[in-house]
């Protein structure tokens, strides 16, 4: 455990000494820390055991990394690039609705891209992920898990651990049509 603590904080990897206690509530502010190793109702996954998943190709893996909008006030004429985002082949991205509070249009974009890739069906296993300590993924789990699906993973690492393990990523783009966005 401690070479291992010790190779993460050399290559820079953010690592959770200790989680933090899982709330009752969602997570509102500071979303990037020491993230629960718990998920009621849910299964916590490390990027082995989500690899395994991925594999095995039977679970929808669901990105939740927030995206920022292109600012409203850009001068005429300003070019705007979106982040890139490199993820678990295969995940579909759903920017923005891992947030402790949504805006209504943000539940239903949420909801319908869960509906999308579980075909309607709340016991298809989902896996819910962003980077290391980012709570957005856990507040995006536990709102799946209250909407009612039943089989539902976190992989806490994200992004960040799947790499770690040297597993493949691939460019992705958010799933259409995102709230707010023209």
Same mark, same amino acid.
């Given at each position: 455990? #401690?070479?291992?603590?010790? #190779?993460?904080?050399?290559?820079?990897?953010?690592?959770?000494?200790?989680?933090?206690?899982?709330?009752?509530?969602?997570?509102? +502010?500071?979303?990037?820390?020491?993230? /629960?190793?718990?998920?009621?109702? =849910?299964? @916590?996954?490390? *990027?082995?055991?989500?690899?395994?998943?991925?594999?095995? =190709?039977?679970?929808?893996?669901? +990105?939740?990394?927030?995206?920022?909008?292109? *600012?409203? &006030?850009?001068?005429?004429?300003?070019?705007?690039?979106? %982040?890139?985002?490199?993820? #678990? *082949?295969?995940?579909?991205?759903?920017? &923005?609705?891992?947030?402790?509070?949504?805006?209504? @249009?943000?539940?239903?974009?949420?909801?319908?891209?869960?509906? +999308? @890739?579980? %075909? &309607?069906?709340?016991?298809?296993?989902?896996?819910?992920?962003?980077?290391? +300590?980012?709570?957005?993924?856990? &507040?995006?789990? %536990?709102?799946? #898990?209250?909407? =009612?699906?039943?089989?539902?993973?976190?992989? /806490?690492?994200?992004?960040?651990?799947?790499?770690?393990?040297?597993?493949?990523?691939?460019?992705?783009?958010?799933?259409? /049509?995102?709230?707010? @966005?023209?």
């Amino acid at each position: 455990m #401690i070479r291992m603590l010790a #190779i993460l904080f050399f290559v820079g990897l953010p690592v959770s000494v200790v989680a933090e206690a899982e709330p009752v509530d969602y997570r509102m +502010d500071r979303y990037r820390g020491p993230v /629960p190793s718990t998920l009621s109702g =849910g299964t @916590v996954v490390g *990027p082995e055991a989500a690899h395994d998943l991925w594999q095995a =190709g039977q679970t929808a893996f669901i +990105d939740v990394l927030p995206q920022a909008p292109k *600012p409203a &006030n850009l001068p005429e004429g300003t070019i705007w690039r979106d %982040k890139p985002r490199d993820s #678990i *082949p295969g995940a579909i991205w759903l920017p &923005n609705v891992g947030y402790g509070a949504i805006a209504e @249009v943000t539940e239903g974009y949420f909801r319908r891209g869960l509906a +999308d @890739v579980t %075909k &309607n069906d709340r016991t298809h296993p989902v896996l819910f992920f962003c980077l290391a +300590d980012c709570w957005m993924s856990w &507040n995006a789990a %536990k709102r799946a #898990i209250e909407w =009612g699906y039943s089989n539902v993973y976190w992989l /806490p690492e994200g992004t960040d651990g799947w790499q770690f393990w040297d597993y493949p990523l691939e460019r992705i783009t958010p799933e259409e /049509p995102q709230p707010g @966005v023209e």
